[in-house]
């Protein structure tokens, strides 16, 4: 399997502009995981979900954020709009169920200018 | 709020030597999780401890948990480069394996 994997790797975008970060976890993965990972805050996570239902989305950090997945194989990250302070890198994880290691993807570089 | 920390934050050592590296969390857990993250890569996991008095060893690295303490342990036994990255522990809040809190690492510089 590729793992889980992330698209775009690096996204520089300016203030004001809608950001959407992929995720494709592993097949057969039944859970995703959003985090974000910043020097200030270090690794927070944001949303997980269960057979694509999100279940905790209590560290989505205001409303400016959304998730969805809307099939096994795809979740999307959304930033509208994106500010300057949400540059971090996020990353994505997945786990199937009944197992207890999260597997991450290589993690998308996000900078808001 | 579940708390994780770690200590050191930054780790500096000659290769060949011992050093241990601590992980505190706040609320009754008996999960507990290791990390490695080179620079700019992904995480990887290394260890998975899910017992009170749960001992797991890979090559140089061994990590231990003791759930009455709150405490885990990385030791680390004669330390070579290629251990040079940051580590981090992470308690799974609701023992589910979904709810991951992590510490705020520990950058680890093996030096020859």
């Known amino acids: 399997d590729a793992g889980v994997i992330q698209s775009p790797r690096h996204e520089v975008t300016e203030m004001g502009q809608e950001v959407t970060l992929r995720c494709k976890p592993i097949s057969g993965h039944d859970y995703l995981f959003w985090y974000r990972q910043t020097m200030m805050r270090g690794l927070e996570l944001l949303i997980y979900?269960?057979?694509?239902?999100?279940?905790?989305d209590s560290g989505m950090p205001e409303d400016r954020f959304s998730a969805k997945m809307p099939n096994a194989s795809f979740s999307t990250l959304k930033i509208q709009p994106s500010e300057p302070r949400d540059s971090a890198v996020y990353f994505c994880?997945?786990?199937?169920?009944?197992?207890?290691?999260?597997?991450f993807g290589a993690g998308t570089r996000l900078s808001v200018l | 709020e579940l708390k994780v920390e770690q200590n050191p934050l930054f780790l500096s050592m000659q290769e060949g030597k011992n050093y241990t590296i601590y992980c505190n969390y706040s609320t009754t857990s008996d999960r507990l999780y290791w990390y490695r993250q080179d620079p700019g890569k992904s995480l990887e996991s290394l260890f998975v401890l899910l017992s009170n008095g749960a001992v797991k060893q890979e090559g140089r690295l061994m990590a231990s948990l003791d759930t009455k303490a709150r405490l885990s342990t990385l030791h680390i036994t004669a330390a070579v480069h290629d251990l040079s990255a940051t580590y981090f522990c992470a308690v799974d809040s609701n023992n589910a394996g979904n709810m991951l809190t992590f510490g705020g690492g520990t950058r680890l510089m093996v030096k020859p």
């Open positions: 979900f269960n057979n694509n239902v999100p279940i905790d």
């Open positions: 994880a997945s786990i199937p169920q009944g197992e207890n290691i999260q597997y």
